[in-house]
């Protein structure tokens, strides 16, 4: 299985991770009762991540949303039996600002183990594009993603920061980006809130009633090159994040499902109440 790809992913689509404001269960006063103000300090949370039913990845995110900006940090490794048989470390970090329900990333930075070869990409944003500062090692099997197709496109994190910002402005999870994690751009979209019970599989702590945000990804460019699986990584790919409101902490994601192109459904389950540093 190939992790390095699903781990860009994954951040992209849940692991940042808490909607950390009260404008989103003050939208639906009668499903949840509002917390108080989001706190702006440092917030941990740790997942759980099963693929075809089994433990194959432990994530935890660390983040700090304000009124101007963000920072987020996101770390993988191997977990369960996986990590008896493969080796997986890698961490992702973004920061930007936030500036009229829209973001600008600032920087963009992924480093790690994966796949037998230490990984490292680093983005710098200028102009409302990213541009790649660090690719190590060089896919000269992909194709490039065209420079006409990176603007206004932004980093994994930032989007899931523009979804959050959205949500504490609107009370919605209505939305849209073009991601670029260095080499692929992806289109991302989101809708929602609606009420629906958390599924219970995968020894899911957090559960009852929660609002669910619905997402798919679709990948647009910075394909392998002669690829078999082309026209799978071309498809669409629905996936869902449950939120509760959880004391001291705010809305917070406690389980997300998304479907992998090649490695089928993936299911993130928070593992405990997340950490919050003032």
Same mark, same amino acid.
């Not at 197709?149 to 919605?172: F, I």
């Given at each position: 299985?190939?992790?390095?790809?699903?781990?860009?992913?994954?951040?992209?689509?849940?692991?940042?991770?808490?909607?950390?404001? /009260?404008?989103?269960? *003050?939208?639906?006063?009668?499903?949840?009762? !509002?917390?108080?103000?989001? #706190?702006?300090? &440092? =917030?941990?949370?740790?997942?759980?991540?099963?693929?075809?039913?089994?433990?194959?990845?432990?994530?935890?995110?660390?983040?700090?949303?304000?009124?101007?900006?963000?920072?987020?940090?996101?770390?993988?490794?191997?977990?369960?039996?996986?990590?008896?048989?493969?080796?997986?470390?890698?961490?992702?970090?973004?920061?930007?600002?936030?500036?009229?329900?829209?973001?600008?990333?600032?920087?963009?930075?992924?480093?790690?183990?994966?796949?037998?070869?230490?990984?490292?990409?680093?983005?710098?944003?200028?102009?409302?594009?990213?541009?790649?500062?660090?690719?190590?090692?060089?896919?000269?099997?992909?194709?490039?993603?065209?420079?006409? /197709?990176?603007?206004? *496109?932004?980093?994994?994190?930032?989007?899931? !920061?523009?979804?959050?910002? #959205?949500?504490? &402005? =609107?009370?919605?999870?209505?939305?849209?980006?073009?991601?670029?994690?260095?080499?692929?751009?992806?289109?991302?979209?989101?809708?929602?809130?609606?009420?629906?019970?958390?599924?219970?599989?995968?020894?899911?702590?957090?559960?009852?009633?929660?609002?669910?945000?619905?997402?798919?990804?679709?990948?647009?460019?910075?394909?392998?090159?002669?690829?078999?699986?082309?026209?799978?990584?071309?498809?669409?790919?629905?996936?869902?994040?449950?939120?509760?409101?959880?004391?001291?902490?705010?809305?917070?994601?406690?389980?997300?499902?998304?479907?992998?192109?090649?490695?089928?459904?993936?299911?993130?389950?928070?593992?405990?109440?997340?950490?919050?540093?003032?």
């Amino acid at each position: 299985m190939t992790f390095n790809s699903f781990g860009r992913g994954l951040a992209a689509t849940a692991l940042v991770l808490g909607f950390s404001g /009260q404008s989103f269960a *003050a939208d639906v006063g009668e499903a949840m009762p !509002a917390r108080a103000a989001a #706190n702006s300090g &440092q =917030t941990t949370a740790v997942y759980r991540v099963y693929n075809h039913g089994l433990h194959v990845v432990d994530a935890t995110a660390d983040y700090t949303l304000t009124e101007l900006g963000y920072g987020i940090r996101t770390t993988l490794h191997a977990g369960g039996l996986m990590s008896w048989f493969m080796r997986m470390d890698i961490q992702s970090m973004a920061q930007g600002h936030f500036d009229h329900y829209w973001v600008q990333p600032v920087s963009y930075e992924s480093t790690g183990f994966s796949r037998g070869k230490h990984r490292s990409i680093v983005l710098h944003f200028a102009d409302n594009m990213p541009h790649v500062v660090t690719l190590d090692p060089k896919e000269p099997d992909r194709e490039a993603v065209p420079e006409a /197709q990176l603007g206004h *496109a932004m980093d994994t994190l930032s989007a899931m !920061a523009l979804l959050l910002e #959205n949500v504490r &402005q =609107t009370g919605k999870c209505d939305g849209n980006a073009q991601v670029f994690d260095g080499l692929r751009l992806s289109a991302m979209t989101s809708h929602g809130p609606f009420k629906a019970d958390v599924p219970g599989s995968f020894g899911q702590k957090f559960k009852g009633p929660a609002l669910r945000c619905d997402f798919v990804g679709q990948q647009e460019a910075g394909f392998i090159k002669d690829s078999s699986h082309l026209e799978v990584m071309k498809a669409p790919h629905p996936g869902a994040a449950w939120f509760q409101d959880i004391p001291g902490v705010g809305l917070t994601a406690v389980r997300v499902e998304f479907e992998h192109p090649k490695l089928g459904q993936m299911t993130a389950v928070l593992d405990h109440v997340p950490a919050v540093q003032p």
